[in-house]
T-cell receptor, first 113, second 108 residues
Framework: EAQVTQNPRYLITVTGKKLTVTCSQN?????MSWYRQDPGLGLRQIYY???????DKGDVPEGYKVSRKEKRNFPLILESPSPNQTSLYFC????????????FGPGTRLTVT | DAKTTQPNSMESNEEEPVHLPCNHS???????IHWYRQLPSQGPEYVIH???SNVNNRMASLAIAEDRKSSTLILHRATLRDAAVYYC?????????FGTGTRLKVLA
């Protein structure tokens, strides 16, 4: 089954403790992206990757890192999480840029205390 | 990046057509218009996209104004399962800007 998977689905952590949210797709997609979703603010793009070893900032990249060493994986790294990074995170992938549609993962709910 | 304006919310009766408008007056000539929706407690899902011509698929139709400054997503017969937030996104490069979308409520 074609899908985007994220792990973990739920995470509660403390301020400053480094964490990684994994994202993997099995569709051989070139493009992958991370979003965060907060009430009243909609979905905002954090980082995206056009291909292996090629990444770029979205609208809200501060406090996040990403890497794309393999085509299928695109982990999101929070080196020193803070409470304002408490959010719902979505990973997505698509065959390429426009016009191809994105496929979204199920989301990761992160709480930083 | 193109800005979009959508109504915050809309209501429809079940089995009636729904027209969801989107204004994207700053769209560039090469941007596609994508529509996604997000059902409660789920990630967004693709609905439809177009460039200049009207488009139909199994989920919906997309009507694009001749000047491309606006578009309308048409659900021909709304069902309770169509209750979701609908996002209109001009997209041409690699950055997606979702905005806050239109929350569609479907009344039984």
């Amino acid at each position: 089954e074609a899908q985007v998977t994220q792990n973990p689905r739920y995470l509660i952590t403390v301020t400053g403790k480094k964490l990684t949210v994994t994202c993997s797709q099995n569709m051989n997609h070139e493009y992958m992206s991370w979003y965060r979703q907060d009430p009243g603010l909609g979905l905002r793009q954090i980082y995206y990757s056009m291909n292996v070893e090629v990444t770029d900032k979205g609208d809200v990249p501060e406090g996040y890192k990403v890497s794309r060493k393999e085509k299928r994986n695109f982990p999101l790294i929070l080196e020193s999480p803070s409470p304002n990074q408490t959010s719902l995170y979505f990973c997505a992938s698509s065959r390429d840029r426009a016009p191809y549609e994105q496929y979204f993962g199920p989301g990761t709910r992160l709480t930083v205390t | 990046d193109a800005k979009t304006t959508q109504p915050n919310s809309m209501e429809s009766n079940e089995e009636e057509p729904v027209h969801l408008p989107c204004n994207h007056s700053t769209i560039s000539g090469t941007d596609y218009i994508h529509w996604y929706r997000q059902l409660p407690s789920q990630g967004p899902e693709y609905v439809i996209h177009g460039l200049t011509s009207n488009v139909n698929n199994r989920m919906a139709s997309l009507a694009i104004a001749e000047d491309r400054k606006s578009s309308t997503l048409i659900l021909h017969r709304a069902t309770l399962r169509d209750a979701a937030v609908y996002y209109c996104i001009p997209f041409g490069t690699y950055k997606y800007i979702f905005g806050t979308g239109t929350r569609l409520k479907v009344l039984a």
